[in-house]
Structures are given as C-alpha cells and as structure tokens.
C-alpha cells in the first residue's frame, strides 16, 4: 500500500479515536511535551503540578542565561571580535529574544493551554469529518497535508540544528584543531559563544563540554521556533479546511422544489420559484447553522490572533533584523561567511515565506465567502429569511485575517514588506 493511499484514505477513519492519535499530532506532542508547552493537563492526560512548575521556570532561566551569557560576551569580547563574530552573536541575541518571548507568553500562558485545547478538543476537522461526504474529503486533505508538513517541518528543524553545529566543527576538523597541539596558533571555534568559567578556546575537554552544552541548547533553541510555528500552522490548515466546508455547504444550498405564480400589477403573471412554508423552516435552520458555524470559525482566529499575536509580532520583527544581519554576514562572499550563514539565511527566508503563505489560505478562502452567501437563492425566501442573509452577508465582507498584536495581518503582505526592508537595510548598511 502507497503512502499516500495509507494517509489519505484509511488512517482518517480507522483505529482513530480522537485527534490525539493521529500520527502529525503524536510528533507535535513528543515535541512539545519535552519543552513543557504541550496542554496535557488540560485535554486530561497526567501532568503533576511540581514538574509543570519546575520546567517552566526551568526554561525560563535557561533563556535568560542564554540572553545574559550572549550579552556580557558581546561586552567583554567586543575589541577582539572580528565582523563575522560580531554579526553572528546579534544573531544569537536576537533568536534568544525570541525564543525568551516564546517561553513569557506562551509556554507559561494559560489562554495557550485553552486554545490548544479548544482546537484538541472542538476545532480539530476530526469532530466534522461525519457533516458530509464533502466534510471527510476535506479531513482527509487537511490529514494529508499536516502529516506531510509535520515531517518536512521536523525534517528542516533537524537539518537546521545539525548545520548550525557540524559547521563550526567541520572547520575545527580542517583546521587540524582536533589533532595534539592543534590550537597553539588559534581557537576553537564554537557554534555559540558565552563566557564559561573554564577554558573552551584552546583545552579540548572544556570544548567537549561545550559543545555539548550548544548541541542541547541549539535543539531547545530550535524547538521553540519551530514547533510552535507547527502547532499553529496546524491550527491554519484545519481553519482552511472550516472555510471549504463552509463554502460548499452554502454552494449546495437547496434550491426550491416548486413553482409560485406571482401576479404583476399590470395583470401579467410570472412564474417564479418560491420555498414553500415547510422549505422556509428548513431554510431557516440551514442558515442558522451557516451562521454559527462561521462565528464558531471567525470565534476561534480571534482568539489564535490574541494568544499567538504577541509571538508573530516579535517574530517577524526578529526577521527584519535577522534578514539584514544574514544579508551583511553573506555580503563578505568569503567561504567561511558563506559556508556558516548561507544556510541559516536561506532557511530562516524559507521558514518566513513559508509561515506567511500558510497564513495568506485563510484570507484568501475566507474572501470567497461573500461570493458563496450571495450566491445562495435568497431570491425565493421570504422578507424574514432574506433580512438574514443580509445579515449574513454583511458580517463576511472582510477577508478573516490572523493578526501580528492587532497590528498588521499575517500573510504575504507583510512578508513581502519585511524582506523588500531587509534588502533596503542591508543596501544602506552595505554603502557605509
């Protein structure tokens, strides 16, 4: 059996119980349960109050560590390091400032917790597969595409980490660093830099350590920026998957079954379709649930925007510096500079473009609703029902849009915007 036959077509409706047994949400959970942001306690699995409690000030302080460490290197280092050191450890500062943003309103949030439990336990296209046949379909596709996702996402997460360290040892190797004596006419160098109480520069045990002390922090480092970007993007797919059936529902709209004559003033009769009283009833109920089920969607992006705005807000401003910082250390065009930031700009652009274009399905399927409700026959309801779809109408004229703090919509727009900033930056940067 293919894969895709296996994901698509029997993993959605067989041995499955709850979203949690899916295998995307089972890799989510691993992940996110290791940096202690996985809502356990509240979807009922067993969390005791003492370990939640001492893994997130636990993070916390690594985060803060890592942000201190970073900073006093810069200060205590700065007339010896070169521009790529430089460079590199404003990046490093900036991606703790993120993950420290991550773990402040996130991890120790508790509208986080709810909202992940709102979409674990109500959201999730799991709980609407059985609506219709065109419901399943669209579990089915939303299925297929976070499976996929989750493996590509963790895929390039993995890659990423490795890269950043293999790297830096990688140069230490072909410096002949490694070999007896190999660091009398230099240093080690290392993936991240902190002012250690022991020597990492020149001792080889002290590198050792250190190097596994950046192998641990790169990996927590990474989770946070990508798993929480899974988890939302997760969230977006299945939102995507609500508008689709949204739209069809109101696409397949049934139309009246029989004919009404009308009579014209000047005596000329037409011949008209009008819903009967019993259609009318009918009529009613399907617009009422038309109208809920889009409140329920629109009730539920108000709330990702309120408890993942603070996140998206710093993260893309992490990306407007970032960017130019990657741009100016690849400008040097030297192999080290090269070899070390091409692949980190390269897949924190992609990660940007990605996250972006993830959002931008919302918007854009959520824009062909108004489409979709005037193209319902409210020509045959009567004045009742024709006031609700007025109704109707009016509440879908704005594109459904997740936004970064309330301030600007998360889509193509505003990446386009961050990266022609990015270029402008690093060109005036660039000329000085």
């Known amino acids: 059996m293919s894969l895709r036959k296996f994901l698509f077509e029997n993993e959605p409706v067989i041995g499955i119980t709850t979203p949690s047994d899916y295998k995307y949400i089972k890799i989510l959970r691993f992940m996110l349960v290791i940096i202690s942001s996985w809502p356990r306690k509240e979807i009922g699995e067993p969390e005791s109050n003492y370990q939640a409690i001492f893994f997130k000030y636990f993070y916390l302080g690594i985060t803060i560590a890592c942000m201190f460490g970073g900073v006093s290197y810069v200060i205590i280092h700065m007339s010896e390091l070169t521009f790529l050191e430089v460079g590199h450890m ?14 402040i309103t996130l991890t120790f949030s508790s509208k986080y917790r709810a909202v992940g439990k709102e979409f674990l336990t109500k959201i999730h296209l799991f709980f609407y597969k059985d609506r219709s046949e065109y419901a399943m379909k669209t579990h089915k596709m939303v299925h297929l595409v976070s499976h996929l996702f989750t493996l590509f996402l963790v895929s390039q997460m993995l890659a990423g980490l490795s890269l950043f360290n293999l790297i830096p ?8 660093r490694y070999s007896r004596g190999g660091t009398q006419n230099s240093t080690f160098e290392h993936s991240l830099y902190y002012p250690y109480p022991f020597n990492t520069s020149t001792d080889m045990k002290g590198y050792i350590v250190a190097c596994i002390i950046h192998w641990s922090l790169s990996y927590l480092c990474s989770t946070w920026f990508c798993m929480f970007d899974l988890f939302l993007s997760l969230m977006v797919f299945h939102l995507w998957g609500h508008f689709k059936i949204l739209i069809n529902l109101l696409n397949d709209f049934p139309r009246p079954s029989s004919n009404s004559k009308l009579m014209l003033e000047n005596g000329f009769e037409l011949h008209a379709e009008k819903y009967s009283k019993e259609e009318l009833l009918q009529v009613s109920e399907r617009l009422k649930e038309c109208i809920n089920y889009h409140r329920e969607i629109v009730s539920f992006t108000d709330t990702m925007s309120d408890v993942f705005g603070p996140m998206l807000f710093v993260y893309y401003l992490f990306h407007q510096a970032s960017g130019c910082l990657l741009l100016l250390e690849c ?5 080290q500079a090269l070899m070390r930031y091409l692949p980190l700009t390269i897949i ?33 309801m009567d004045i009742k029902n024709r006031k609700v779809v007025a109704f109707f109408l009016m509440n879908v004229q ?19 915007m961050i990266l022609k900033t990015s270029m402008s930056y690093f060109t005036f940067l660039r000329s000085m």
Not at 169 to 176: I, K, L, Q
Not at 406 to 411: E, F, M, S, Y
Request: charged share 15%.
């Open 90 to 103: 404003y990046i490093i500062i900036l991606m703790n400032t993120v993950d420290m943003s991550r773990v």
């Open 169 to 176: 040892m990688y140069s230490n190797f072909a410096a002949g």
């Open 331 to 335: 400008s040097e065009m030297t192999a």
């Open 348 to 380: 924190l652009t992609q990660q940007l473009i990605q996250l972006s274009v993830i959002f931008e399905l919302v918007g854009s399927e959520s824009e062909k609703l108004k489409d979709a409700v005037y193209g319902v026959p409210w020509e045959c």
């Open 398 to 416: 704005e594109p459904v849009h997740v936004k970064a703090l309330g301030v600007a919509n998360v889509g193509v727009t505003s990446m386009a």
